[in-house]
């Protein structure tokens, strides 16, 4: 595996590190607006919690598709 291959693995796993912060986070604030959080305040976590999980979701795919694909560039 060459200096490219390297790079691309190393942004891979950063990719993926915050696909799992970001998801990590969205649950929590999902947990915390469904069951603590009362009147709007509630909503506004909920929403974003579904944005922070979207957004990992995004993350995930972008990184897996990388590396599916790499191959087939060349």
């Known amino acids: 595996m060459g200096a490219d291959g390297e790079d691309r693995s190393a ?3 950063k990719r ?11 649950l929590i604030l999902l947990l915390l ?9 509630a909503g ?13 979701y995004a993350i ?3 990184a897996r598709r990388e590396t599916v694909y790499r191959d087939r560039r060349r």
Do not use: H, I, K, Y
Request: no cysteine; charged share 15%; glycine share 10%.
């Open 11 to 13: 942004r891979r796993r």
């Open 16 to 26: 993926m590190l915050l696909a799992g912060l970001l998801a990590v986070v969205g």
């Open 33 to 41: 607006g469904l069951t603590v959080a009362n009147g709007p305040v």
């Open 44 to 56: 506004v976590e909920v929403v974003l919690a579904l944005l922070l999980l979207v957004a990992s």
């Open 60 to 62: 995930q795919r972008v």
